[in-house]
Nanobody, 115 residues
């Protein structure tokens, strides 16, 4: 069993930055594809960014050039650096770990972009 705990959410003004962290316990994350998803009110959960065990990142078009996903397998942490935030980035952000058919989710952290 893997436990994922997100942190780093909060309220930020448009154009600001936040860094989300996802700390894992229970197993090492090395072989897992790790992803950040978000869900805005009234919308479906969507993939924001993911990074494979081989460190290959993938981003949804709306965050390319603004968000950076990274992982530290030694610390069992996955991070999402978010720059130039926009009001439409407001959502609950979830960390996901995936290995084959096995998927783990964190509890989510709220990100609100507003002036």
């Amino acid at each position: 069993q893997v436990q994922l705990v997100e942190s780093g959410g909060g309220l930020v003004q448009p154009g600001g930055s936040l860094t989300l962290s996802c700390a894992a316990s229970g197993k090492r994350l090395d072989p897992y594809t790790m992803g950040w998803y978000r869900q805005a009110p009234g919308k479906q959960r969507e993939l924001v960014a993911e990074i494979s065990g081989g460190m290959m990142p993938n981003y949804v078009d709306s965050v390319k050039g603004r968000f950076t996903i990274s992982r530290d397998n030694n610390k069992n942490i996955v991070s999402l650096q978010m720059n130039n935030l926009r009001p439409e980035d407001t959502a609950v952000y979830y960390c996901q770990g995936k290995l084959g058919p096995t998927i783990y989710w964190g509890q989510g952290t709220q990100v609100t972009v507003s002036s």
